[in-house]
């Protein structure tokens, strides 16, 4: 198995009763800005080229972010942060992501998130969290040759990667670090960084800025050997 055949698999994902439900309903509901869309409406795989020694781990797919775009943080302005930070660090090829046919470009650099569907309220459970795990560990396997560094947005997606980082065989500490932002742990040749979610909470009050995004950015494509210049 390969990347592109993972990322089939993914999308063709119906495990959880409750997420599918939403995520089909707000595909045909729509909001009325996007109401010419045709919606993805599906899981969504991750983004980046396969060889990325750069990972970033979100948390799950906007309703009318992802879910209508088809691609990890695209159309909604959470992406609009992240993608404006990693243009400005040297780690994208433009700064917005609108469309998944909007010719955006990752260096060395691949996202992807602990959950492929939109969860209504913006909150999967548990269990839900669990159930899709096993898609990011094969991810993390397929991964693994060339991953230096890993970059992990909120709590939640931190609660959820460090179990899947074991299971790809990665060695995580006992008792699991606590997150944190800009938090560093080692793991066995990958470096795990801590990094406020760019949720529109945390950046519209100010709790992460642009500075600290580019900040961890710059620190983990250094980890990664990625040549993050600006």
């Keep these: ?73 695209t159309g909604d302005r959470s992406g609009d942060v992240l993608y404006e930070a990693l243009y400005d660090v040297g780690l994208a090829s433009q700064p917005t992501a609108v469309s998944a046919d909007d010719g955006l470009e990752l260096y060395g650099v691949r996202i992807t998130s602990p959950v492929r569907c939109a969860p209504p309220a913006n909150k999967p459970t548990p269990e839900e969290r669990d159930t ?19 970059i992990v947005l909120g709590g939640f997606g931190w609660q959820a990667a460090l179990p899947a980082f074991a299971a790809a065989g990665w060695a995580v500490p006992r008792p699991r670090p606590v997150f944190g932002h800009g938090v560093r742990v080692p793991l066995d040749g990958l470096d795990l960084f801590g990094c406020f979610h760019v949720s529109q909470r945390n950046t519209f009050t100010g709790k992460l800025t642009p500075a600290m995004l580019r900040d961890v950015l710059r620190t983990a494509a250094g980890a990664a050997g990625l040549p993050a210049a600006r």
């Design 132 to 150: 899709c795990r096993s898609w990011l560990v094969d991810e993390l396997t397929l991964l693994r040759p060339t991953l230096k560094a890993a």
């Design 1 to 73: 198995m390969n990347l592109s055949d993972l990322d089939r698999g993914i999308t063709g994902c119906r495990a959880c009763p409750r997420l599918v439900a939403w995520r089909e309903e707000v595909a045909r509901t729509k909001r009325a800005a996007f109401a010419d869309w045709t919606y993805w409406g599906r899981p969504v795989p991750g983004f980046g080229p396969a060889d990325a020694p750069l990972l970033i781990i979100g948390l799950a797919p906007a309703a009318h972010g992802a879910n209508r775009t088809g691609r990890m943080f």
